[in-house]
């Protein structure tokens, strides 16, 4: 089970990545392709979307289940990736290069998990 | 191969032809297509050959042990099947007149009287023609009492995180929102989060009782208790009815609706897409709002309740009154067991289902519940398999199908990690349920031993691993030559 830890995290098994032009990538955990299993279809917002934190954002379906993506943090949808799209068999063989949109925050960040906040969470999931 | 693939040109069954056909010179020329339609063109006995090889290569209840249980489908008896055809049921136009079909319409209207007497209701409608249209129908007979009494404020509905998804789909459907609560370790639901999620906007609650995780809510009284306590209405999904059969009832819980799936416990024919029957039983105070027609009895004359019997019903489910086919085969089952047989249904059900799991667990394997008393169903995680070997629950799975096993569902419920979820239903001898535990073993023994060979199974079977991917994306089932 690989968590970079110079990423962020959310409960919901979304990472985030601060890019250098101050918007963020987001992706779905190694955890969460695992436990999807593989990808067939995701559906990201469109360009330009304003995003409340939280808020049900794009869609990953796997041959298991369809599965809502939720926005880490408020903001406008600034880029998405068209390869993943293409190709979601990505998110299972690159899950933390597999970015799926790109978010230009409209506040500061909070309630992000560091890798290792993520890691315990993951643990208290599993019970 | 499809019976495409042995298509001859010319090639024919005479003994299948129509004797004559209607020549369609009334349709307009532009309708009419120009090309004939792609079929096969094959003889009898190629047809016969064909489907007959395609029946032996099924897996179904017919050739082998089947542990998904009532969840999917129960051992359908072949009465109903012979009975529910009889020519006088299969011949009836659904807008007969109720004089000419007193025998078929006193059938449903018996229907109705025993399963009103086997889950404790105060009145049953046989309409929704599916499980989900059941749940439908209760909900939106929650949203009509609500409405009814002026008390709009009412917009959420709670479900426990152990549901079925078709609980907050309908919820949604009916124009609700979803409250989730969680279970506590034990697989029950959270009762002090229950005490926080309702309030004033509560317009009633999901359970499904035993849950979804096989087991029994210990607090049920207290849970709709609360509920009630907060104004919105206790609904009962019947998913898992075969474990409680006649022993217990959600009418004397307090429930204020229930759905059944006929399929699940009364033994009608399912999977492939139905037809399915879904009826719903409700308290006295949503009895008004049943979905119609439904069969009432006036001295002994038996007749379709319409709107104007009764005005404030939520309205009707489809055309006609429900998947006929279907209710007359629940009905021949309600009438084979009678109220003893039903109750010994439940106990085998339970008894079936905790001897397999205390011989699993005796094998070695991991129980979700260990503590709990198995109801129908129950859940062994092959988490720690997993860690060990690599070997998956899907990995296990397809292992068991060499075996001559059916396997069991897998992976939900979605909060028990790598689980099997076993279900041996009430008809199976103790020496089938004793053959099911050895090839359990073996195949976790396989799986510690040689777990390449786990993971590449079956190995005996016509189709390896189906490319589930492929099958997603590029779903395409039409044959061109």
Redesign the interface.
């Known amino acids: 089970m690989s968590i970079p830890t110079e990423l962020q995290y959310t409960k919901s098994h979304e990472w985030v990545r601060q890019e250098a032009d101050g918007s963020l990538s987001v992706g779905i955990t190694h955890h969460a392709q695992e436990l999807l299993?593989?990808?067939?279809?995701v559906e990201n917002p469109v360009l330009g979307r304003m995003l409340a934190a939280g808020e049900e954002c794009a869609v990953v379906?796997s041959?298991?289940a369809a599965s809502d993506i939720y926005a880490p943090v408020a903001g406008e949808v600034v880029a998405v990736n068209e390869a993943v799209e293409a190709s979601p068999?990505r998110i299972n063989q690159d899950p933390y290069g597999a970015w799926m949109f790109r978010i230009r925050p409209s506040g500061e960040l909070s309630g992000l998990l560091d890798a290792t906040a993520y890691a315990t969470h993951l643990e208290t999931e599993?019970? | 191969m499809l019976i495409f693939e042995r298509s001859s040109p010319g090639r024919i069954a005479r003994a299948q032809v129509p004797a004559d056909t209607a020549a369609p010179d009334d349709l307009p020329a532009d309708q009419l297509r120009a090309d004939p339609p792609l079929l096969p063109e094959c003889s009898e006995l190629d047809v016969v050959r064909h489907y007959t090889g395609l029946s032996r290569k099924n897996f179904s209840i017919d050739t082998q042990f089947y542990p998904l249980g009532s969840c999917t489908m129960k051992y359908n008896p072949r009465a109903c099947n012979s009975l529910a055809m009889l020519p006088q049921f299969l011949a009836r136009h659904p807008l007969a007149d109720a004089d000419t079909g007193q025998g078929f319409l006193t059938s449903l209207y018996e229907l109705q009287e025993m399963l009103k007497e086997v889950t404790g209701m105060a009145a049953v409608s046989l309409a929704p023609m599916a499980g989900a249209q059941g749940e439908f129908a209760g909900v939106a007979m929650i949203r009509a009492y609500h409405e009814a009494r002026g008390d709009a404020a009412r917009d959420e509905i709670i479900i426990p995180d152990a549901a079925h998804g078709t609980n907050p789909a309908t919820a949604i459907m009916c124009g609700y929102q979803v409250k989730e609560i969680p279970t506590d370790?034990q697989g029950n639901v959270d009762l002090e989060a229950l005490r926080a999620a309702v309030g004033p906007r509560t317009a009633g609650l999901m359970l499904t009782n035993p849950s979804t995780l096989g087991v029994f809510e210990k607090a049920i009284v207290e849970i709709q208790r609360i509920v009630h306590a907060a104004g919105g209405l206790s609904y009962y999904d019947g998913a898992n009815l075969n474990a409680i059969l006649a022993r217990v009832r959600p009418g004397d819980m307090g429930f204020d609706v229930i759905h059944m799936n006929l399929h699940k416990t009364f033994s009608t024919p399912h999977g492939g897409g139905g037809p399915g029957a879904g009826p719903v039983g409700v308290s006295e105070r949503l009895k008004p709002y049943l979905p119609i027609p439904y069969v009432l009895s006036e001295r002994g004359f038996h007749r379709w309740a319409e709107e104007a019997d009764c005005p404030e019903s939520i309205g009707r489910m489809s055309a006609f009154g429900g998947n006929m086919g279907v209710l007359l085969r629940a009905f021949v089952y309600a009438r084979m067991l009678g109220g003893e047989g039903m109750r010994r249904v439940a106990e085998y059900a339970s008894l079936n289902a905790g001897y397999l799991a205390a011989e699993l667990m005796k094998a070695g394997f991991e129980l979700s519940f260990p503590g709990r008393r198995a109801s129908h169903e129950f859940i062994v995680t092959l988490?720690g398999l997993k860690d060990e070997t690599g070997v998956t629950a899907m990995d296990f799975a397809k292992r068991l199908l060499d075996y001559g096993f059916h396997a069991p569902t897998t992976?939900f419920p979605l909060l028990v990690?790598e689980c099997l979820l076993i279900e041996p239903t009430e008809t199976e001898s103790k020496e089938t349920l004793d053959a099911f535990v050895a090839a359990m073993v073996a195949v976790k023994r396989e799986a510690e031993d040689r777990p390449e060979w786990v993971k590449s199974a079956p190995h005996a079977l016509p189709v390896r691993r189906l490319d589930?991917?492929k099958?997603?994306?590029e779903l395409d089932v039409v044959w061109r030559p």
């Open positions: 299993g593989d990808m067939v279809f379906e041959v298991k068999e599993a019970r | 370790r988490k992976y990690p589930d991917v099958a997603a994306r």
